[in-house]
């Protein structure tokens, strides 16, 4: 059964330092999300991406942040100049359709823990 | 702007007791409903749905009926197994977005 995968699934990193997260969407899909969820809180939208290219982002989605496909598989997620704020657990999904009847796949999520 | 509530967690039931998880929601237009399970160590995954009022969402003995005049999406399962133990997001989307929000989640822990 076709999934979505993410690497890492866990990633220590120092405050001030960039970080990466990967993403394989599903294969057919078009529509990829990027959400992250602090301890305890909701899961929150950070951004959208469709035809290589932002779709929609949320607040917390700033300078910050900023996603590719490089090569038409990978879906990234960059965080430069990481905050212990930016802890949290970050799920890709990706989607065939965006319509909002439509079903998000989701990764296992990848933890970032910034120290 | 839309907006999800879960009850708080963690549930926890013995095996074949009832299981109600409450959601409410506040939304523009007529939203889709949405439960996701990720169980552990895997993603989130859709349980069920509904898209319009009066709408009754199942799957693997889960239902939840979407009821406008309450703005709620309750979960329920008549007889809880150890293995749904995981937790639980309620969800929309509306407002032409077709972007979900979600809910905190709520965990469930059934013991045998």
């Known amino acids: 059964e076709p999934e979505v995968t993410q690497t890492p699934s866990h990633q220590v990193t120092q405050m001030g330092q960039e970080v990466i997260l990967r993403c394989v969407p599903i294969s057919n899909h078009l529509y990829f999300y990027w959400y992250r969820q602090i301890l305890g809180q909701k899961v929150e939208f950070l951004v959208s991406?469709?035809?290589?290219?932002?779709?929609?982002k949320s607040e917390i989605f700033d300078d910050q942040f900023s996603v590719e496909r490089p090569d038409g598989s990978n879906f990234t997620l960059k965080i430069r100049s990481t905050k212990l704020e930016d802890s949290a657990m970050y799920f890709c999904?990706?989607?065939?359709?965006?319509?909002?009847?439509?079903?998000?796949?989701f990764g296992e999520g990848s933890r970032l823990t910034v120290l | 702007g839309n907006s999800v509530t879960q009850m708080e967690g963690p549930v926890t039931l013995s095996e074949e007791a009832f299981l109600t998880i409450n959601c409410t929601y506040t939304?523009?237009?007529?939203?889709?409903l949405f439960w996701y399970v990720q169980y552990p160590g895997e993603g989130l995954q859709l349980l069920l749905k509904a898209t319009k009022a009066d709408d009754k969402g199942s799957n693997k003995g889960f239902e939840a009926t979407y009821r406008k005049e309450t703005t709620s999406f309750h979960l329920e399962k008549g007889s809880v197994q150890v293995s749904d133990s995981a937790v639980y997001f309620c969800a929309l989307s509306s407002g032409g977005s077709y972007i979900p929000t979600f809910g905190r989640g709520t965990s469930l822990i059934v013991h045998p």
């Open positions: 939304a523009t237009g007529y939203p889709s």
């Open positions: 999904a990706s989607s065939e359709i965006a319509q909002g009847k439509g079903e998000l796949f």
């Open positions: 991406f469709y035809n290589n290219e932002i779709s929609e």
